[in-house]
């Protein structure tokens, strides 16, 4: 499990690690716990601690990446067995996505742990909405154990409109929405975004500043390795629904980008390798920027980096793919580069819903 900065030095508790505040909604009942890599009580995972309290803990749900957090993006995972417990480990990331009643048979209660990016388009928001959804329809409590949000600081991006609804994006929300993934569970039940209300309690951190910034002790997935990763992934992920790599396979994902039909004096080349063994351009030269040593710390997503490499690449025909606008939650944006905007114009269009989610979003904080 890979580590790198002290949880310590953040002086904020994750409701994880505030065993007293949950465990008398565990206690002497069957548990299934969703979780993966980050869902630890400072070095121990908390399946684990729950199984040395005589937590009856009868299996795991698995998101995207998976239990060990080293699948790649987008990879099919097959449900599996726990070799350190022995526990059934459920893929919520291939046959099904969301919880089946036969899955959820016999089950009391589900622990939801797992920590989010704050990111519209990182899927465990969307393993959160399927599994309360699933847990309301079978009758079935849910206890999320909150955890800070590493890109709190501000809000911005193209709220989802409903027809660009997938896996990447269910909601109507904009690309960054500044909640922690307690807040955002309130708001799809509060919202009645799943059919039916869910049993659902909330656990809070002890010590957590909204204001404050968080540094994630452990990779959330193979390729957010690092703070500057977390920090520019909102505004490099939307490269995913184009021809420029975001440095999958190299040691620095999510820090560059590039491709060969760009020009420039900076150059990387993606290769296979664990997380990311396919990647986009394998094999070939990608001429681009590097982030990685640049001080910046974003506070808004930056689009000019988008629409510079649209404008500057020597196959605009095949600049988007149809993955964009689910990224997106839109075709608006897609649309406004290609007719020419500049990122000013392109923001101004966003404002009007964003002022109607910011409303929607009071309801639910449970920090100030």
């Known amino acids: 499990m890979t580590l790198y900065c002290d949880i310590n030095a953040n002086n904020i508790i994750p409701a994880s690690h505030r065993i007293n505040s949950y465990i008398h909604f565990i206690k002497n009942k069957n548990v299934a716990i969703i979780s993966n890599q980050t869902s630890v009580i400072h070095n121990t995972h908390i399946v684990d601690t729950l199984i040395q309290l005589n937590i009856n803990v009868k299996k795991v749900f698995a998101p995207e990446h998976g239990f060990r957090g080293e699948k790649d993006a987008g990879e099919i995972i097959n449900d599996n067995f726990d070799k350190k417990t022995g526990l059934p480990i459920i893929s919520l990331y291939g046959k099904n996505k969301k919880p089946t009643k036969f899955q959820l048979e016999n089950i009391d209660v589900i622990l939801f742990d797992i920590q989010d990016v704050g990111v519209r388009f990182y899927t465990y928001l969307s393993t959160l909405h399927y599994v309360m959804e ?142 990311s063994k396919n990647p986009k351009h394998k094999g070939l030269k990608c001429y681009g920027t590097n982030l990685q040593y640049l001080d910046i710390h974003l506070n808004s997503i930056n689009l000019n980096w988008l629409i510079n490499c649209y404008n500057e690449t020597t196959n605009k025909e095949k600049f988007f793919n149809s993955f964009f606008d689910k990224l997106a939650g839109t075709n608006r944006l897609r649309n406004d580069i290609i007719s020419g905007k500049n990122e000013s114009e392109i923001k101004k269009s966003w404002q009007k819903d964003l002022k109607s989610f910011l409303q929607i979003r009071e309801k639910y904080l449970i920090y100030r």
């Open 134 to 275: 699933a847990a309301a329809e079978n009758n079935i409590p849910v206890v999320v154990l909150d955890r800070p949000n590493p890109n709190n600081h501000y809000i911005d991006g193209p709220v989802l409109k409903k027809e660009f609804s997938s896996f990447v994006g269910l909601h109507p929300v904009p690309i960054v929405y500044a909640m922690t993934i307690g807040e955002y569970a309130k708001m799809i039940n509060g919202e009645n975004w799943i059919k039916k209300k869910c049993d659902l309690t909330v656990i809070k951190m002890k010590d957590y500043n909204r204001e404050q910034e968080y540094q994630l002790p452990i990779k959330p997935s193979p390729n957010l390795p690092n703070t500057k990763s977390i920090n520019l992934y909102p505004s490099l992920c939307l490269f995913e629904g184009t021809n420029v790599s975001i440095g999958r396979g190299t040691d620095t994902p999510f820090q560059q980008f590039g491709s060969p039909f760009l020009k420039g004096n900076y150059n990387f080349i993606p290769k296979s390798k664990n997380g």
